[in-house]
């Protein structure tokens, strides 16, 4: 399929969950929306794929994008530092269970 697999790493990655929920608003909520519900993207509240995949999955797929999605690169649009920031706010979803409680509060 032509499809290279990568080795991540299953170590946290490091970040800030309060400046990732702001990049997250500005960078990815339109199409994954604002509680993760997904709208034309896959629901990043899915607490079943936060579960199933590392931080450095998730934060390959944000500096990389998906192949064969709609998924675009930011590792030419965003810092390194604020792709950990994006990753660590959606890990820190899974910790406290839903992007509701945070959501609930705009």
Do not use: W
């Amino acid at each position: 399929s032509g499809v290279q697999r990568v080795a991540l790493s299953t170590n946290p990655v490091p970040g800030d969950s309060v400046a990732g929920d702001v990049l997250y608003q500005k960078n990815c909520s339109t199409c994954h929306g604002v509680k993760g519900e997904g709208i034309s993207a896959p629901a990043l509240g899915n607490q079943f794929a936060l579960a199933h995949n590392s931080d450095e999955f998730i934060r390959h797929a944000i500096q990389n994008g998906r192949q064969d999605t709609p998924m675009p690169a930011f590792k030419n649009t965003l810092s390194a530092s604020d792709i950990n920031n994006l990753t660590a706010f959606l890990r820190s979803r899974n910790a406290k269970n839903s992007f509701a409680a945070i959501a609930n509060t705009r």
